[in-house]
């Protein structure tokens, strides 16, 4: 595996995109809304940040209300995401997604209770 990206939560992504733009040299690479957010993917040399911006109540909006801006996940490249989940059910590992499910770019994701990952809300990314 690798480190595929860093998701960030904020209010206001196109203003975090331009500061983070501008301090280092991370150009937009990617852009997209679903899932009631607003993504941003700003690349650095074979990964990203990830920047999450609520446009409507769920996940990360609730994620803010709680916590304020800030990382919010780390996300690992994977092959076989069927095969990253299995090995650590096998390790008794809780899941916060049984099945991988669509994530930003079309790719399937899946995320790992931060309970059992040492307080880090990681996610699998199938490339």
Known sequence: MQL???GVATDDAAELADLYGELF???VAHEEEFD???VVF???DGSYFELL????????????DRNGPGVHH???RTEDIEGALETVRERGVELVDDEPRPGAWGH???FLH?????????EFVEH
């Open 4 to 6: 595929d990206h860093v």
């Open 25 to 27: 040299d991370a150009p």
């Open 36 to 38: 009631g957010m607003r």
């Open 42 to 44: 700003l690349a650095f």
């Open 53 to 64: 911006e609520p446009i409507e109540d769920g996940t990360i909006a609730r994620y803010l």
């Open 74 to 76: 780390v996300a690992l």
């Open 108 to 110: 399937d994701v899946a």
């Open 114 to 122: 931060p309970k059992s990952t040492g307080g880090v809300l990681v």
